[in-house]
């Protein structure tokens, strides 16, 4: 079945450098999967930060960006410059129709990031 | 705009006692989902409606834990004879149609306690 990895639990930032979050897919699916992003900030509920539905795209929010790379089943996402009220919970997920999954997104297991000023 | 009502925030239950969960999605969304999050498995799939229909209970347990929508403003999720594994923060999300590609709308979560 599909699944996301997200190999980073929790990674330290400085304010103003660069993050990367690295988030990578598996899927059996004939089609490419769509790819999202979600972020839960402190004593917030989950939200949808970015979302991309065609392989080869890019998207981006308040800062952020994600390719999705359907050579590598990557969809990192980046910010140039950290602020710290960027220090949050990072979900990669996937919603993939042809390869089983349905409607339902398949979640990584998240990473949070702190932000030290 | 409310957003997706979850209640109750907390909620502490027995070994075997029922804990019921609800949700209100937003007004004019017709898709509910249910996930639950632990430390361990992360966020988990638990069951779909959409128009209020089941449609998609792929990740209930199947024994003790049911979800209903018996209506397009809320839908409950129910576990019988709570385990202290069952101990996990329940989220309900909606979204416009339950399209693969849309957004979801979360709520806060039920945070779930079984001693």
């Known amino acids: 079945g599909d699944s996301v990895t997200q190999t980073e639990g929790q990674v330290t930032v400085s304010e103003s450098k660069s993050l990367i979050i690295n988030c990578t897919y598996s899927t059996t699916s004939i089609a490419y999967p769509n790819l999202f992003w979600y972020v839960r900030y402190p004593g917030e509920g989950l939200q949808l930060l970015l979302k991309?539905?065609?392989?080869?795209q890019k998207g981006s929010s308040r800062g952020f960006e994600a390719t999705y790379n359907k050579e590598t089943t990557s969809f990192h996402l980046q910010k140039a410059s950290v602020q710290e009220s960027d220090s949050a919970v990072y979900y990669c997920?996937?919603?993939?129709?042809?390869?089983?999954?349905?409607?339902?997104?398949?979640f990584g297991t998240g990473t949070l990031l702190s932000v030290k000023p | 705009n409310a957003g997706v009502i979850q209640t109750p925030r907390h909620k502490v239950t027995g070994k075997g006692q029922e804990a019921t969960l609800w949700c209100e999605p937003i007004?004019?969304?017709?898709?509910v989902f249910w996930y639950r999050q632990t430390i361990v498995q992360g966020l988990e799939f638990l069951t779909y409606?959409?128009?209020?229909?089941?449609?998609?209970d792929s990740g209930m347990p199947k024994e003790r834990f049911s979800a209903q929508m018996p209506n397009q403003s809320h839908s409950t999720l129910k576990i019988q004879s709570t385990q202290p594994q069952d101990s996990a923060v329940y989220l309900c999300?909606?979204?416009?149609?339950?399209?693969?590609?849309?957004?979801?709308?979360f709520g806060s979560g039920t945070r779930l306690t079984v001693l």
């Open positions: 991309v539905i065609t392989a080869g």
């Open positions: 997920a996937l919603g993939d129709w042809y390869g089983g999954s349905g409607n339902k997104l398949i």
């Open positions: 999300a909606s979204s416009r149609s339950g399209g693969v590609a849309e957004t979801l709308y």
């Open positions: 007004s004019g969304h017709s898709a």
């Open positions: 409606f959409r128009n209020q229909a089941p449609i998609d």
